[in-house]
């Protein structure tokens, strides 16, 4: 088990092969080989700069926006080469999603946030349309029943824990295949914290779910999969429950039990 | 090793119940600290207090000269329109109803008032008390009617400057007669008309409607009003939206390397470059190169757009930085295109800072004036430019020219005319902050 290849018999919706992560000079992940099974939660784990964030954002090229960043290797969205010089960065944002550490909404209305993603992919032909989807995407973001009768409210004007909501409702909207989610609790009290791991459980019987984190609790309570970064390599990856009760490696032992990290 | 011998001795000198922080010297410090806070506190308020006072100063002085300039002194004479003098009655033609001798219908009508004067010099000084518009007041109602011809009329013409100057005791009333420009005769007749009321200082429309004069109690500023109007919509349309899209690029689009780096200082030294240098480069290439028109707002508007256009880049930029990027990358992971991440929201974010930069920038050239007269935007033009093209002046333009004029009656003109340029500014800055306001939002 000390590659990330899946051993599981669920599909693989995105792989990497080989990734190496630089920045200018800086090599920030070195020969990542990881698997990303289908309609299951992947967490990510690893001491801070360990290159966990950097991994997930090469998932779907948002690394492109940094200066100086380059990715070798290969990582693969089923067939798709995701680094192939023919792919369509809109097209691949759109199939893998993203909801970010800070929640950050639109300073637009509720309904603006959830119906702009739906609105530059075309996704929907009439005003009733759009209506449709971003009621969905609220009701499946567990949003509906508490923003359903204020849609034309603020985005901003939510609580904190609501507004990560609403920025999964916006990243639902657009209907991806796979969400990225970089420490989407970090900036949350438990409560919504709990809110939004149950919301994660609910989706991945939809999605394929890809969740930095630095709390071994949540990793172990949401994730099907864990793979343990360390100093820019993945030192392990397996079943959550193998990883958290019996990992093979010492390093990975030395972080869950709290002795680094 | 010293010092640490030397603790336990310092310590057992002081009494029991004070710490470090209450000794003597302690409060001492602890004093000075307060007396250095007071000092610049008083220091503050002193600078703001001149600054006021300056500017209270500077307010009053313009307001105090330029105040008068609103009321000009008007005649009240009874008008023969004589068809002998002017035209036939029945004529509709205008250019024939313009060229009557209205002098002389003036003149008759003065007389009539005062017959006594009926010297030939006390008749010059009659016509010297009316202004050489009052002829061209008369014509003008004539061809604006020529069913006036052969009625009489009481009409308000103004007065000459002398006469306006006097009245309103800006020149000295009591010097010798010799000294004086209103006679003592003439003195008589102004104060027999103000007896009878047909001579008093009546709201001045002129200045609000008419250009520029030779006569003062002619002058107006709407020559120049619509002249700054055509010259800054020209520098906007053009300054704007280029600046704007350079701003983006550089910001958002443009590679950081030596060259985006030569080019963003250039443009910050673009900013500080005196504004007359942009007159010459105006002449130069707008009027030497391109063969545009001489003392035409449209080239003046250009002008001002290249000086203004570093100053609204640099707004533009800082309001975009100002934009979190949290915003950009949730554009851009929802699939946004970067052009689609600017545009639907780090834009629409960074507007009320680029507005505010903007009207900044337009307030400034509105002031302008040197780099005008360098492309002979500083003529005489008595109309009111008609298109961006025509031969125009511009408020402070105007402004520099009256306050190079030697007669007395411009002086008021000059404060006038300022009074109006500082209230166009002042809306403009209040149209700052209302579109600041508006378009504010939080994230």
Known sequence: MQNGYSTSNAPVKMSARKVDVFYGDKQALKGIDLDVPARSVTALIGPSGCGKSTFLRSLNRMNDTVRGCRVQGEIKL???????????????????????????????????????????????????????????????????????????????????????????????????????????????????????????DEL???????????????????????????????????????IFTNPSDERTQGYITGRFG | MT?????????????????????????????????AERR????????????????????????????????????????????????????????????????????KSLQQRFPEASSRSN??????????????????????????LGQTRKVWLPAHSNVDVFVKGQVDTTAAEADRRIKDNQLGWINALKATGDLELRFNTRFFTGADSREPELVGVWGGVVG?????????????????????????????????????????????????VYGLLGLAVFIGFFGMPRSAPFVGGLVLALMSLPVIIIAARAALRAVPPSIRQA??????SPLQAVLHHVLPLAMPGILTGTIIAMAHALGETAPLLMIGMVAFIVDVPATPVDAATVLPVQIFMWADSAERGFVEKTSAAIIVLLVFLLLMNLAAILLRKKFERRW
């Open chain 1, 78 to 200: 089923d067939t798709l080469d995701v680094y192939d010089n023919s792919v369509d960065v809109v097209q691949l944002r759109a199939r893998v999603g993203m909801v970010f550490q800070k929640p950050n909404p639109f300073p637009k209305s509720i309904y603006e946030n959830v119906a702009y993603g739906p609105r530059i992919h075309g996704l929907a032909e009439s005003r009733e349309e759009l209506d449709a989807i971003v009621e969905k995407s609220l009701k499946q973001a567990g949003l509906w029943k508490e923003v359903g009768d204020r849609l034309a409210e603020g985005g901003t004007g939510l609580s904190g824990g609501q507004q990560q909501r609403l920025c999964i409702a916006r990243a639902l909207a657009v209907s991806p295949e796979v969400i990225l989610m970089d420490e989407p609790c970090s900036a949350l009290d438990p409560i919504a914290t709990a809110h939004i791991e149950e919301l994660i």
């Open chain 2, 123 to 148: 008749r010059r000084a009659l016509e010297a008390l009316m202004s050489a518009g009052a002829e061209v007041q008369l014509a003008r109602m004539v061809a604006d009617d020529p069913s006036l």
């Open chain 2, 228 to 276: 700054s109007f055509y010259t800054l919509l020209v520098t906007l349309a053009v300054a704007f939206p280029l600046g704007i899209m350079a701003a983006i690029y550089l910001e958002e689009f443009a590679p950081k390397n030596r060259w985006t780096e030569i080019i963003e200082v250039n443009i910050n030294n673009l900013a500080a470059v005196p504004s007359i």
């Open chain 2, 331 to 336: 554009a851009l992971g929802l699939g946004a």
């Open chain 2, 40 to 107: 610049f506190r008083l220091i503050g308020m002193a600078a703001i207090l001149f600054s006021l006072a300056a500017l209270a100063v500077l307010l009053f002085t313009i307001l105090g000269n330029g105040f008068t300039a609103f009321r000009q002194t008007h005649v009240q004479l009874e008008i023969q329109f004589e068809p002998d003098q002017i035209a036939p009655v029945g004529t509709t033609d205008t250019a024939k109803l313009m060229q009557g001798n209205y002098g002389a219908l003036i003149t």
């Open chain 2, 3 to 35: 010092d640490m011998a030397a603790e336990p001795n310092q310590l057992a000198a002081m009494p029991a119940d004070q710490g470090i922080h209450m000794t003597d010297k302690a409060k001492r410090r602890l004093k000075a600290r307060y007396a």
């Open chain 1, 204 to 242: 991945r019987e939809e999605y394929t779910i890809v969740i930095v984190t630095h709390s071994m609790q949540q990793a172990a309570r949401v994730s099907q999969r864990t793979a343990f970064f360390h100093l820019g390599i993945l030192v392990e990856t397996g079943d959550t429950k193998t």
